[in-house]
């Protein structure tokens, strides 16, 4: 979504402007110069347009740590954050030297920026609009925030904007999509020692590639093998069994657990090879629990199905998912068997899925659409303070996993069964199942607060 930053000296009617696009009083307006000292950020609507703008602090020049130099470091961060700044000057006063000063400083960022001639409500202000061009920031736009004047010709201005935006966010996506389609999948194949993953992995290359046999522990090494599966390209990495710790006391066996481990935090997915006889006992949950921690994708593979008692398999292996792997909340399981070469392409159908999940992006407006329902859902509950958290908006951060940003003013005692709520409705509402999710409440620092 665009993000506009209202920028210029004091007392040029940036809160005026700010309000007027909020469609609500959000910013005190005086005329006193320096009222406005933080940046303050809002959802705005202009006619048919959705963006965010971001009030900032009057530029006032200070080369000491003092606090118009941090009302300073404020407008910076809002001109960095931003993708286009409106530039407002008064053209009733007319151009001033720190007018001409926070030009050259936001030339230097090369940032888009549109000049506003602000209180222009007559002809008395013609000589100031002329003698704007001086400052190098392209035409100014004849404006008046609190009359409504230019805001046709404002508007053709952000709608530019809004379509460059949209335009940089598409090839952004097609190129992180080819991407994604072009470089090979690392695959780790992880699981308790003897369930089958050296078997699994022959069956895939339709080659007897690993070493097999009933005894455990043959695979010693991560092995990594080239493949292609209906045009995607794979690495299929081959790992020794892992045990619980405490029976680990073999220094060969410690390398090989060494060596499992790194090439599942190097994977972007991790198929875990259950035994149909002992699905998820406490070994397996350990190793799930791992591979999200460490921010991988994760399907289970349930082997030997051919020799399974079925039903019963199913009732334990839904029962300890429900009860133990909530953080993986659906999870794609799969049922196979390796020696057989049975359900294979729906192993790799589910593992093509959920790394597709694992790199999704969800735009910003479906994103706060949610988190506003959710929340009207069910409320946040009160602080610490005994006020209740207010929770402003939200925004993703990356993927591989994706990952996420919510802005609170009053953050402190947000309970973790509230994040928890909302991790599992941002799962299921944009079906990200089987994959970590990141949520992070970030609170602004203030800059005026006093410092110990």
Request: hydrophobic share 35%; net charge positive.
């Amino acid at each position: 979504m665009l993000c506009v930053a209202i920028i210029g000296r004091p007392n040029v009617g940036k809160s005026t402007l700010f309000n007027r696009l909020a469609g609500k009083k959000l910013a005190i307006v005086h005329d006193t110069p320096g009222v406005t000292r933080d940046r303050k950020m809002a959802p705005a609507r202009f006619k048919d347009l959705d963006f965010n703008i971001i009030d900032t602090a009057g530029y006032e020049y200070s080369t000491t740590d003092n606090k118009e130099s941090r009302m300073w470091k404020q407008t910076q961060t809002a001109i960095n954050d931003a993708d286009l700044c409106l530039f407002l000057f008064d053209a009733r006063a007319g151009l001033q030297p720190y007018d001409e000063l926070f030009a050259d400083l936001v030339r230097q960022t090369h940032k888009p920026v549109v000049l506003l001639a602000n209180k222009c409500e007559g002809k008395m202000q013609e000589n100031s609009v002329y003698e704007a061009y001086k400052l190098g920031l392209g035409d100014p736009i004849v404006f008046s925030a609190e009359h409504g004047i230019g805001f046709d010709e404002l508007y053709l201005a952000l709608s530019k904007a809004d379509e460059q935006k949209k335009s940089e966010e598409k090839d952004k996506e097609e190129s992180e999509d080819k991407e994604i389609k072009e470089k090979a999948i690392q695959i780790a194949f992880v699981g308790r020692p003897n369930v089958g993953k050296s078997t699994l992995v022959n069956a895939l290359l339709g080659d007897e590639r690993m070493l097999t046999g009933p005894e455990a522990g043959l695979t010693r090494d991560a092995v990594t093998t080239e493949w292609q599966w209906k045009n995607h390209r794979f690495n299929l990495v081959d790992t020794a069994g892992l045990r619980k710790k405490s029976k680990i006391t073999d220094s060969l066996e410690k390398m090989s657990t060494a060596g499992t481990k790194y090439a599942a935090n190097m994977a972007q997915v991790v198929v875990l090879v259950l035994d149909a006889d002992a699905v998820l006992d406490k070994q397996d949950l350990t190793i799930a629990r791992t591979v999200a921690d460490e921010g991988r994708a994760l399907v289970i593979a349930v082997n030997k199905w051919d020799i399974a008692n079925r039903k019963e398999t199913l009732e334990k292996l839904n029962y300890k998912l429900e009860t133990s792997l909530n953080q993986l909340a659906g999870v794609p399981t799969v049922t196979i068997s390796a020696l057989k070469r049975e359900g294979l392409d729906k192993l790799m159908s589910a593992v093509l899925k959920v790394y597709e999940r694992w790199n999704k992006r969800i735009p910003t407006a479906p994103l706060n659409k949610w988190f506003s329902d959710v929340q009207e859902q069910n409320p946040a509950p009160l602080g610490k303070n005994k006020r209740r958290i207010k929770l402003k908006y939200i925004t993703q951060a990356k993927s591989r996993p994706p990952s996420f940003f919510i802005f609170s003013s009053n953050p402190e005692g947000l309970p973790e069964s509230y994040l928890r709520y909302l991790t599992n409705s941002l799962r299921q509402t944009f079906d990200l199942g089987g994959i970590p999710l990141r949520l992070t409440i970030r609170k602004a620092d203030n800059p005026y607060a006093e410092k110990k």
